[in-house]
């Protein structure tokens, strides 16, 4: 049932029709829009624009509808244009032109804005959880792991001793960003385009505030124009879905090295990784890899919406109906990625031997000979030539640092006295990277510490969103 034609000599030709449907996609957005037709409803009606008892009937079906569409029994057909037109026709087979008395003040402009918004802070507080449970599962093995000592990479090659704990804590602080990312997009994104109608709002005595109310917003958008043009939280949330993406993928990344031969630090559980086809030894990483290549994908929905955007006259265009595939794709990939890759993390153990026994080699504790003597007077770039002569010594002899004589450090730099032995040991170094910060053990441990009660915030604030929402969709 088309919701236009008075104008019209014909239908839309059948190719026509096949290109402007939404609905084998927009039909999921169905719970939503019976919820904002309920609260439209009640304006229509405290507006005294549809009597009470047309309203107990509309109210009684739009009710029934809800029920049907969670049982599985109302469908749409193949013949309806969006998910818009679908409800209205079943509301019609059960009303009779009383079906068609929503269609005051509103127009599918309003109305697929409003479903969209309500459709992506449902999902996108449902992901915040995925989120969180990563962060969890995280920061347990890095208090597992916050006494085991590793070498850390800058360039990929070996840097400075770190505690593999402190290693493994700062994914939980990206992911911690994206969370405060999808809080500030959530306090941008809460506002109501219901009662912009097309585009100038409306001559009927509707109220925008109170149906925003109804719906569990902030409020309503204060130009009607802005309401139906506005995908910036389209935009805004297809970024945030991305950089939980990188995050992962960046994550993902060093699962592959960490669990390769060569490494041979990592070890997946059976229930996490995947075998090869032909080389019956292969223990694959393939959940780490999916993440990965999935970004590009994130990243591909983001640049395609913004893509759309871009040029696009202010108020509707149905341009604009391109921005719900890229939406869907992005909150059901991380909605797939989140709790397998939160599994593999969960079950992954690490060789702390293998870990410490790379921690001092490739001369990682180079620097604490230059902070020995820059402690002892000496300004940083002699310090950082001296140190560097140990190594080059050490190089050319096929020995580590703490290989070399008090004779030979001597002879590099008169300030290179035997207490240096104190700090050419992996855990003194460690010991010694006490700034805030730092990945000393009880630098690393308060850390840990207060990640876990900003996890317990962040839980708290999705977890009270959460029921907000559920209470305001009736479930
Ligand atoms: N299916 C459309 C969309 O997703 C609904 C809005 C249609 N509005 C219109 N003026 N044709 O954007």
């Known amino acids: ?230 995908r910036d939280f389209v935009a805004e949330a297809l970024f945030i879905l991305s950089m939980i993406g990188i995050h992962l993928s960046r994550m993902g990344e060093e699962w592959c090295l960490w669990s390769s031969t060569e490494f041979g630090w990592a070890t997946l559980d059976d229930a996490y990784a995947t075998g090869s086809s032909i080389m019956p030894q292969k223990k694959n990483p393939d959940i780490a890899e999916l993440a990965r290549g999935k970004a590009g994908r ?35 990939t991380l909605a797939l990625v989140l709790p397998a890759f939160t599994g593999m993390v969960a079950t992954t153990s690490f060789d702390r031997a293998r870990m410490a026994a790379s921690a001092s080699t490739g001369f990682s504790l180079a620097t604490e000979i230059a902070d020995f003597l820059v402690r002892d007077g000496i300004p940083f770039a002699q310090a950082h030539e001296a140190a560097g002569k140990c190594v080059h010594v050490c190089e050319e002899s096929g020995r580590e640092l703490h290989e070399l004589t008090d004779a030979e450090f001597n002879a590099i730099h008169p300030s290179l006295t035997s207490g240096i032995r104190k700090v050419l040991s992996v855990d003194g170094a460690l010991a010694s990277r006490t700034t805030f910060g730092g990945t000393a053990p009880k630098s690393v441990e308060s850390q840990i510490a207060r990640l876990n009660s900003k996890i317990s915030i962040s839980e708290k604030w999705f977890a009270d969103k959460a029921n907000h929402f559920s209470g305001m969709m009736g479930q």
Do not use: C
């Open 298 to 332: 994130l990243i591909g929905n983001l640049t395609s919406v913004l893509a759309m955007l871009k040029g696009l006259p202010f108020a509707y265009n149905r341009d604009l109906q391109e921005d719900k595939e890229p939406l869907f794709d992005s909150i059901d």
């Open 1 to 230: 049932m088309a919701l236009w034609g008075g104008r019209f000599s014909s239908g839309p030709a059948g190719d026509v029709f096949a290109l402007s449907q939404s609905i084998d996609f927009d039909w999921r957005l169905a719970p939503y829009d019976l919820r904002s037709s309920l609260a439209h409803l009640s304006v229509l009606e405290n507006a005294k624009l549809i009597e009470k008892s047309d309203a107990d009937a509309i109210r009684n079906v739009l009710k029934e509808m809800q029920v049907e569409l969670a049982e599985g029994t109302l469908l749409p057909s193949d013949q309806d244009e969006d998910v818009h037109s679908a409800l209205e026709r079943v509301m019609t087979q059960k009303l009779g032109p009383l079906g068609g008395a929503l269609r005051a003040g509103r127009s599918r402009n309003d109305q697929v804005a409003t479903d969209l918004r309500l459709f992506s802070l449902d999902h996108i507080l449902q992901l915040a959880e995925f989120v969180i449970a990563l962060q969890r599962a995280i920061l347990k093995k890095a208090d597992e792991y916050n006494d085991a000592p590793a070498p850390g990479f800058t360039h990929l090659q070996h840097a400075q001793p770190v505690l593999f704990g402190h290693e493994l804590a700062k994914h939980a602080h990206s992911l911690d960003r994206d969370l405060s990312r999808i809080r500030d997009w959530y306090a941008r994104t809460s506002f109501s385009p219901l009662g912009a109608g097309a585009l100038a709002g409306s001559s009927l005595e509707l109220d925008p505030e109170a149906s925003a109310k109804d719906l569990g917003f902030e409020g309503a958008i204060e130009n009607s124009i802005d309401a139906v043009s506005d």
